[in-house]
């Protein structure tokens, strides 16, 4: 798949509509909280002869062991995101990482709900908000990335954030039980870009103890 390559054209109409009025869609908004509490620690694990870094995510019924300590580092959390995280490469661009409950934030991420979460982006960003492209998987129907053995969808999108600049955001939401977990690749469009290989890398490699025995 070329990330960037081409545009949904339904969802890029379906925003239009949206912004004019000629749909009845209730915009759906990112909550105002960070979500659920989020930890995470770094161990050191032998293995055939070497060390290895494990970066462990705990969260309440399970843990989600990661290989982000080989390429990310930890940073201060935000409003957004209770983990954020940043390449090792020093780009401007931060991994942030989100949990959310049972009516928290999307209760599906099915079409009608997904279409409400789109309004709702528009909303937010308005006229430069533009959608780049838009994939969805389940572990068994598809060549997507399945994260965590869940079903996934995701969007990439970009709005100005000055005359000449765009940022860019690459959002994963995967539904493990009744929970809602998101990771997002955000910051200037070309940083964004040069790291999205390494953000789907990563998030392949979580590992769900969950729940916990």
């Known amino acids: 798949m070329r990330l960037f390559a081409y545009t949904f054209v339904w969802t890029f109409m379906l925003a239009r509509f949206v912004a004019a009025g000629e749909l009845q869609v209730k915009p759906l908004h990112w909550p105002t909280s960070s979500g659920t509490p989020l930890s995470y620690s770094v161990a050191t694990v032998p293995f055939d002869g070497a060390e290895f870094q494990i970066g462990t995510i705990a969260l309440e019924g399970g843990v ?12 201060p959390g935000s409003a957004r995101f ?4 940043a390449p090792r490469s020093n780009l401007p661009v931060s991994l942030g990482i989100a949990c959310f409950g049972p009516e928290q934030f999307l ?4 079409d009608a709900e997904w279409a409400r979460y ?7 960003h308005g006229g430069s908000f533009e959608i780049l492209e838009q994939a969805s998987a389940t572990i068994a129907g598809s ?13 990439i999108f970009r709005h100005l954030v000055a005359p000449d600049r ?16 998101v990771f997002v690749l955000y910051g ?11 953000f789907f890398g990563s998030l392949r490699e979580f590992n769900a103890k969950w729940p916990k025995s």
């Open 64 to 75: 989600w062991e990661t290989t982000l300590p080989a390429a990310w580092i930890r940073r």
């Open 143 to 155: 060549k997507w990335v399945p994260v965590l053995g869940a079903k996934t969808r995701m969007v």
């Open 82 to 85: 209770p983990l954020v995280f």
């Open 166 to 181: 765009y940022e860019t955001e690459i959002q994963l939401f995967a539904f493990l039980g009744d929970r809602l977990a």
């Open 107 to 110: 209760s599906t991420i099915d």
């Open 118 to 124: 789109l309004a709702g982006l528009q909303a937010e």
């Open 188 to 198: 200037p469009e070309k940083s964004v870009q040069a790291n999205a290989g390494l």
